[in-house]
């Protein structure tokens, strides 16, 4: 088949979806992974559990489009028709497949379940199609031909869908429509500046069309930058992307914190290993979280030594050594406090740097002197300890995330 | 006008969409906010920044719905071309609105920040439209009459699109349509019990039908079962829903921790407050989650009086008081270690409660013996200390959030 531009359409079904008790995450990882692989998405939809509509959508969108890819309602329960209305849409019968069958079976005896006869229908697929077993359920992945079209029969839950998606989908499309481009994307990842401020900045990079375009993505307290361009090769693509990036860390400068899969986290767990650093935490205000979010990086256990949540006053005198006379004095919520908690957790701990932050998280707790959104930060090493003050008017956990992104910044910046 | 049924179709707009950059959380919010004022989704759609796909979309969902909802595509770019796009499809004429223009100019003065021309584009609304003005940003929100239809244009960003349809949109459609159910949601929030366990037992009801229909919802080791009716209040549909609920707990038992917002942290919160009880955390594996997620419930210092990261061997041992023997023996992944963990901490901490967690997050750091999932969880008392051994199979993050619902729930059960 000679190559052509290819696109699809997305069609989430399932009235969890149309009710808003969940949000369609399956879309977005759809349009990502075709974009990988070079495939246009023009279209997304969703509809219920709800044969006519179910049926509606398919055939409309096979007008469209070159690839039609379902999710969801593929379930053992009376409400899920997804294949029964895409079969009888396309004229054709529904067929067991002993193969299927089979390894439905298998998964309710490796889990000593009982197999109850209703699931048996999960075993059925239109004739002439082929079935992807689910390696982490029992709803198979359906492909059908249709003529140079291609019907992509998907379940819901994402982790269902995706190893299916990712293992058997991708190359499948990729032979049938001899794809040969990529969409590429590079994300430049920044932090603590605001969005209308980096907007402002790269205005005429905003404006750029094909073949290289740039897009503006706010998150809390970081703006994402995603460059994307489209070639024949990831090779091809990135060169054409280089240059602008190269143009716009020249502009951003320091914020810029990563790239793609990038966290502040991770960045931090790179600098400390390479150097060779411990680091302790102690935090009052975040509660734990800026140990959590070092911890999740794995080998996180190679420098970061031990946290703090010195939630109390009473275990900022005890665990960090902080007097109560400065306590007293300058409240919990202080640059003293926060450099008294820095320099404890060093000292206890050993460690070679050790953070600390105390704040005021809200929604109640606040002054008119120190008012709800303060938080002292402090940074701790042998030969100095800094810190800064700042303030962020936010939801309790938003609060947290903007405290923890500031206090890893500054580790960032200044390790 | 007569009450009759009320459907709407929601489109969001932007290519962002449907390269996979962000998730559709607007469809959600509007999804929900609709189901609460009585009116059904029966379909979603997104299209990128295309006048004729935004055209055909439009059209096309004012066949089938009473009202039609766009998200998106209101900014001052040359992309941003939902409101030409919609007035032409209508045949009607851009005006320009000097309210709005007005507003706009205000927004950049308040802020010492230059406006340019081009953003006037976004002063321009069809004519015979109503304009509401924007509270955060500059695109205003659009309302269209279309006979008995309604459009409603509203922009992307969802901290401008959310006041803009709560403080304005549901008032004006439950005027124009005289709005007079609602659809009514009761969750019922689980922990700890797979998903196909809770299916099997409440199998019949999940399979009901109106006016109370009943949906699982399956999370990182939570199950929501959710309980939906409509009728003519909330009150109404409070009292279909309540009987089946009755009957729905009586099934599930003790794997209940709560209802619609509630979370393990604020439930657990609630009991530590009513019982006067301090609590403290160690933990090892979960790098300060626990800590993090108590501490995100609003007045959490009333209960929670310290954590513990001890992160290494070391800190196990200076901070806890566990013994280097003991260690040596048993290994940091013990049940003693962890039981050892507890004592110290509720003995240093002086809570009359503590919690203790010790395990392998993975994806490395495992033994035959000891494998990548195992961890200890242990609660000391005055009285006595517990402690439980689990294997939870999942990436890092993953296993982090379930130990700590597995540690939270503990505390829930035992207290």
Same mark, same amino acid.
């Given at each position: ?15 969890e979806?149309?009710?808003?008790h ?44 070159d ?21 009888d849409?396309?004229?054709?019968a ?54 140079q ?29 001899h ?11 920044t ?16 404006a750029m ?46 914020m ?33 979280l800026?140990?959590?979010r070092i ?21 900022k ?11 007293k ?7 003293? @406090?926060? +450099? !008294? =908690? #820095?320099?404890?957790?060093m000292?206890k %701990?050993?460690?070679?740097?050790? /953070? *600390? ?17 303060? @938080?002292? +930060? !402090? =940074? #701790?090493?042998?030969?100095?300890t800094? %810190?800064?003050?700042?303030?962020? /008017? *936010? ?5 947290k ?10 580790l960032?910046k200044?390790?």
């Amino acid at each position: 088949m000679k190559y052509k531009e290819v696109n699809a359409e997305i069609i989430g079904i399932g009235s969890e979806l149309l009710l808003g008790h969940i949000v369609n995450t399956n879309a977005r990882y759809l349009s990502r992974q075709l974009s990988k692989i070079g495939v246009d998405v023009f279209r997304q939809a969703v509809v219920g559990d709800n044969a006519q509509r179910i049926k509606d959508a398919v055939e409309t969108a096979l007008e469209r489009a070159d690839i039609v890819i379902t999710t969801g309602g593929l379930g053992p329960t009376v409400d899920d028709i997804t294949v029964k209305s895409i079969t009888d849409s396309m004229g054709r019968a529904l067929v067991l497949d002993e193969k299927i069958l089979g390894s439905i079976k298998r998964f309710f005896k490796e889990r000593s379940l009982k197999m109850h006869d209703y699931v048996i229908k999960q075993a059925y697929v239109p004739e002439k199609s082929i079935s992807i077993r689910n390696p982490v359920g029992t709803a198979p992945g359906i492909i059908i031909e249709y003529g140079q079209k291609t019907i992509v029969v998907l379940p819901g839950p994402p982790r269902e869908l995706i190893p299916i998606f990712e293992k058997y989908v991708t190359q499948y499309l990729s032979d049938k429509y001899h794809l040969n481009t990529t969409i590429f994307t590079r994300t430049i990842r920044t932090v603590g500046v605001p969005e209308s401020h980096i907007n402002r900045r790269i205005k005429k990079y905003l404006a750029m069309r094909r073949p290289v375009t740039v897009g503006i993505y706010a998150r809390i307290n970081e703006v994402d930058i995603k460059i994307t361009a489209k070639a024949k090769s990831e090779r091809g693509a990135v060169r054409k992307i280089k240059k602008v990036e190269n143009e716009l860390l020249k502009i951003l400068g320091d914020m810029v914190y990563g790239f793609d899969d990038d966290s502040l986290e991770s960045v931090v767990a790179e600098k400390f290993r390479r150097k060779g650093l411990r680091l302790s935490v102690a935090e009052s205000c975040t509660g734990g979280l800026i140990s959590s979010r070092i911890t999740d990086v794995p080998g996180s256990s190679r420098y970061f030594e031990r946290g703090y949540v010195t939630y109390s006053n009473r275990s900022k005198v005890t665990e960090l050594g902080v007097k109560e006379t400065l306590l007293k004095k300058c409240g919990a919520v202080s640059r003293r @406090v926060a +450099i !008294a =908690m #820095a320099e404890g957790a060093m000292v206890k %701990s050993g460690s070679e740097v050790a /953070l *600390a932050v105390t704040g005021i998280a809200g929604p109640s707790g606040g002054t008119k002197e120190k008012p709800v959104g303060l @938080v002292h +930060i !402090a =940074m #701790a090493t042998k030969g100095k300890t800094i %810190s800064v003050e700042r303030r962020f /008017l *936010a939801s309790r956990q938003d609060f947290k995330r903007m405290v923890s992104n500031a206090a890893l910044d500054i580790l960032r910046k200044q390790c």
